[in-house]
Each structure stands twice: as C-alpha cells, then as structure tokens.
C-alpha cells in the first residue's frame, strides 16, 4: 500500500531561518513523483514543488528545495530565510504510476518574528 | 483565467438530507478527484475519474457518490448514508500520465450538518 509520513505536528522556525519538513514515503512502484503543497488557512492547496522518482537532482523552485534520498525513501522539504507569510499546513504527497495523490496529515509550520 | 471552481463555500445541511457539492474546471484536465479532510487531518480520496463517464472508488466513497458526464464537471453527492459529513471538500484535476505535472485545486467547501 502506499504512505506518507509526516512525523512533525508542528514546527517552529525563526524568520529568515531556513526550516526543514519531513516526509518519508512507501511504494513498491518504481515510477512515481513527490509533491509538497501548502495550506493556508483560507484552505486552498497551494502547489509547491515536484519531485519524479527518475530525476537524478533535487529540485528547486525559489526558496524552496526538495531533499530526496531514494534509498532511504525521504522527500524532505527545505524552506530556506522563512517568512512570516510561509506560516501554514504543508503536505506532502505521492502518485505512484498513474494514480491519485495520496496525502501526509501535514506540518504545521509557524514563523516567529 | 483557467482553474477549478468549487461551490458553494459554505454549505449546511439537515440530518438526512443529501446535499451535493459543484466542481467545474476549464483547464482541459482528464482527471478530476474529490478529498475530505477533517480538522488536523490530511486529504483523504473520496473518488476519482479518469475519463468522462468511467469513476472509481477512493479510500472512503461509503456515502457519497459522483456523475462524470462532462469533461468539465464531476459533482459530488453527500448522502444521508453518510454518517459523519461535516468536513472540508476539496476538488482537483490534472492531467495523468504526464510527467511534472501537478494537481490543482479549488478553493473548498466546507459542509457542516445542522
């Protein structure tokens, strides 16, 4: 079956600080992609960052990179000089093959001042 | 602009009464899916389809039930057989099979029974 898990509930991060979010995944397919989105709390899913299971190099999108080590099956998000606007839920999400996504219960993620 | 509308916002209903969310997108998107997500959670698939007329099952499709007639459209229905819907309805599209292509979103409806 596949899972994500996301063992933060919450974190903390100072801004400009640069934060890390967990994700560990499992699926026996071999072709699949990784995606955070994050959650404001207007509750909208804002996509983030995409990662395929083939791509020999993590990926960037601005501030923010994707940690992939596909031995240890983590897809780790890096925010880096967090600010005060990052605060919000941050999911990570699979699809292996041609699937739906399947979900992490999320980060809360909230920058301090 | 292209994207995916979701109505209404809000929605309330009556112990045993079937209710049923909008979810219309022009971005020519193949696939259309409908997630729950409850406070603290994350989304859970209700159900998806990947072609008109043709749906499947997601984890938690007790309850509920869809129609996908048009390319554009995939409504969900909320039946009384559903025992605990309040929760917050989320609708996306994307194109499967497509390499780097992510699923977007609408903004949500929160349903709540009265």
């Known amino acids: 079956a596949q899972k994500i898990t996301q063992t933060q509930p919450g974190m903390f991060v100072q801004e400009k600080e640069a934060v890390t979010l967990d994700c560990t995944y499992d699926?026996?397919?071999?072709?699949?992609?990784l995606f955070w989105y994050k959650q404001p709390s207007s509750g909208e899913m804002i996509f983030l960052i995409y990662?395929?299971?083939?791509?020999?190099q993590n990926a960037t999108e601005g501030r923010y990179s994707l940690n992939f080590q596909k031995a240890r099956k983590s897809a780790n998000l890096v925010i880096s000089a967090s600010q005060l606007g990052d605060s919000a839920m941050y999911f990570c999400?699979?699809?292996?093959?041609?699937?739906?996504?399947?979900f992490g219960k999320g980060t809360r993620l909230s920058v301090i001042a | 602009d292209g994207g995916i509308t979701q109505s209404p916002k809000y929605l309330f209903r009556k112990e045993g009464q079937n209710v049923t969310l909008s979810c219309e997108q022009n971005?020519?998107?193949?696939?259309m899916y409908w997630y729950r997500q409850d406070p603290g959670q994350g989304l859970r698939l209700i159900y998806y389809?990947?072609?008109?007329?043709?749906?499947q099952k997601g984890d938690i499709a007790e309850g509920y039930s869809v129609s996908r007639e048009k390319k554009e459209s995939f409504p969900l229905t909320v039946t009384s057989a559903q025992k605990n819907p309040t929760a917050f309805y989320l609708c996306?599209?994307?194109?499967?099979?497509?390499?780097?292509?992510?699923?977007?979103f609408g903004q949500g409806t929160r349903l709540t029974v009265v």
């Open positions: 996306a599209s994307s194109m499967p099979g497509v390499a780097n292509t992510e699923a977007f």
């Open positions: 699926t026996s397919d071999p072709s699949y992609g």
């Open positions: 990662q395929g299971s083939y791509d020999q």
């Open positions: 999400a699979m699809s292996p093959g041609n699937t739906p996504l399947v």
């Open positions: 971005l020519n998107h193949d696939a």
């Open positions: 389809s990947q072609i008109v007329n043709d749906f």
